[in-house]
């Protein structure tokens, strides 16, 4: 398997994050197109959901995604109570936002559910996009990705289609892998699931030759429910199949949970045009950069 793909895929999801968080849960697009951003890297939040972040840093969902690759690069494998100790340990100290989700998770584990069972019942879209960093370990077993990015999900997210979506978009990242066509590998592998996922694709098929992204993420929603974001990473990534940097600025700029649909675009887009593909500046300047680098080398 190609670790250029493999890496692109990491990468493109991390970027992706830290890009999102200028105006993450941002939802008026006039703000954000008269915010003095620099499109070209890294912004500061202009909201006030993280605290003392700073450009260059994560969302909580990046976050989430670097423990879980700290956690495989220790373990070289994925084991689920494990990894929910990490996430616990890091969430009971954690000073970025403390998501709806991640609330009811901790109250369940106090109450005694196991890591099996402890998951909220959110329906939001982010828990998906944390899980790339598995890519490194089970890239070449579709069965063990599809199960460990689920697993993953529903440590904290136990919402139908919030699971359904991360087995999907574990399937689809294997076949990009394997250099399959994109819109072919969605209509093929959207025909295994539900009526709803299979209508959620086609929506955002049907978006990709719209010419203002903004007004097709409004229509969709923009806000962090999977019913929303779902097709807008199906339009993004079929509108800017072979351009990164032009997905992740159409997406910022459209507002709402931007790092949530950045993470999986990032991934896919990653893994489709290459490592190479990816603004070496946003890599380099990413504050936990030298982090993953090590990281990736004990993997």
Not at 42 to 64: E, L, M, R, S, V
Not at 211 to 235: E, R
Request: hydrophobic share 35%; proline share 2%; charged share 20%.
């Amino acid at each position: 398997m190609n670790n250029n793909k493999i890496y692109g895929a990491l990468w493109g999801a991390f970027c992706a994050d830290a890009y999102a968080l200028g105006p993450h849960w941002e939802y008026n697009t006039k703000n954000i197109e008269d915010a003095d951003f620099n499109w070209e890297g890294y912004n500061n939040p202009i909201t006030t959901y993280h605290g003392k972040k700073k450009a260059g840093d994560f969302t909580h969902y990046g976050d989430q995604s670097l423990w879980l690759l700290r956690h495989i690069a220790k373990k070289s494998s994925f084991d689920l109570s494990s990894f929910g100790r990490i996430w616990m340990d890091e969430m009971q100290k954690y000073n970025g936002y403390i998501d709806h989700s991640t609330k009811e998770t901790l109250e369940n584990l106090k109450n005694g559910a196991d890591w099996n069972s402890c998951g909220s019942e959110s329906t939001d879209f982010s828990a998906v996009g944390r899980a790339v960093p598995l890519l490194l370990i089970l890239k070449d077993d579709t069965e063990a990705l599809k199960k460990a990015f689920m697993s993953q999900t529903t440590l904290t997210h136990n919402s139908e289609y919030v699971v359904e979506a991360a087995s999907f978009f574990a399937e689809l990242a294997i076949a990009l892998l394997e250099g399959k066509d994109l819109r072919s590998s969605l209509s093929s592998i959207g025909s295994g699931y539900s009526k709803t996922i299979q209508d959620w694709i086609t929506q955002g098929l049907d978006s990709s030759t719209k010419k203002k992204t903004s007004l097709v993420i409004k229509k969709f929603g923009q806000a962090c429910d999977i019913n929303h974001g779902f097709p807008g990473v199906i339009h993004l990534i079929t509108k800017y199949t072979d351009n990164y940097r032009l997905a992740m600025e159409e997406n910022v700029k459209s507002g709402g949970d931007s790092a949530a649909r950045g993470m999986i675009v990032g991934m896919l887009l990653g893994i489709i045009n290459g490592k190479q593909s990816l603004p070496e500046n946003w890599i380099k300047n990413l504050n936990a950069y030298n982090e993953i680098e090590g990281l990736i080398s004990k993997i």
